[in-house]
């Protein structure tokens, strides 16, 4: 709610409960700050509403190759929460049985 054309914030899902948080910035500083900012409003209301938020790295700045590394996690997580072949409640080898039965 508090961004601005000069600094805004993007929430990126990882995997459920993980987010990352990031801004892109000319003054590393101001982005930090405005990092920083975010996350203790986010803790407010996730306080407020009964949860608990618990930051698991301080915000830093980044190089391309720490955001290109941050991408792969984010699409390793992203494959690994999509449903496989195997994942259904019942197969079709399992109805088979049940109407032979």
């Known amino acids: 709610a508090k961004n601005t054309p000069e ?3 993007k929430v990126k899902l ?11 910035c000319l003054d590393k500083n101001v982005g930090i700050s405005t990092l920083e900012a975010a996350i203790e409003e ?3 209301n996730i306080t407020k509403a009964g949860g608990s938020c618990h930051v698991k790295m301080a915000p830093k700045a980044v190089t391309e190759n720490d955001d290109a590394e941050l991408q792969a996690l ?7 929460n999509a449903e496989v072949s195997g994942d ?5 080898s399992d ?4 109407a032979d039965a």
């Not at 990882?14 to 892109?24: G, H």
């Not at 984010?74 to 690994?80: G, H, L, V």
């Not at 109805?95 to 049940?98: N, P, Q, T």
């Open 14 to 24: 990882v995997s459920p409960p993980l987010y990352v948080l990031t801004s892109q």
């Open 88 to 92: 259904e409640d019942e197969s079709e």
């Open 74 to 80: 984010m699409d390793k997580r992203e494959r690994e």
């Open 95 to 98: 109805g088979a049985i049940a």
């Open 42 to 44: 986010i803790a407010q």
């Open 7 to 9: 600094t805004q914030v």
